[in-house]
């Protein structure tokens, strides 16, 4: 035999055998495998996880929705408090005199709620 071996992939010379040909129908039998593997993988990477993303954010969004429900109310409550001190209603009320006088107090300390924006 005179050191040539059977095996083209292991003779000194190659054999006159294509080596990317040989790998290639040794790979033959993985490639659908791998290729369905690719595909499952796109598909959950441009279906699964937006669809997983977008029903996170609906979750988030309506119970940020009922939170701020609940501030509005509060908020609201607040506003009515704020509005019923500097009505001039209630400057009688608390203080015993008329919004349109002057305050009894010096011109430096004048009550809050008698004073009306410009």
Same mark, same amino acid.
């Given at each position: ?25 040794? %790979? ?56 019923? %001190? ?33």
């Amino acid at each position: 035999m005179d050191g040539v071996h059977r095996h083209p992939l292991c003779s000194r010379h190659n054999g006159g055998v294509n080596f990317p040909l040989v790998v290639a129908n040794r %790979l033959r039998p993985f490639t659908m495998p791998i290729v369905v593997i690719g595909v499952i993988a796109l598909i959950v990477t441009f279906f699964v996880v937006p669809v997983r993303t977008w029903t996170s954010q609906r979750d988030l969004l309506d119970s940020r929705s009922t939170q701020y429900g609940v501030y509005e109310e509060v908020n609201d409550a607040l506003q009515d408090e704020v509005d019923a %001190l500097t009505a001039p209603r209630a400057c009688v009320r608390r203080f015993g005199h008329n919004s349109d006088t002057s305050c009894p107090m010096s011109v430096e300390f004048r009550c809050w709620p008698c004073l009306r924006p410009r």
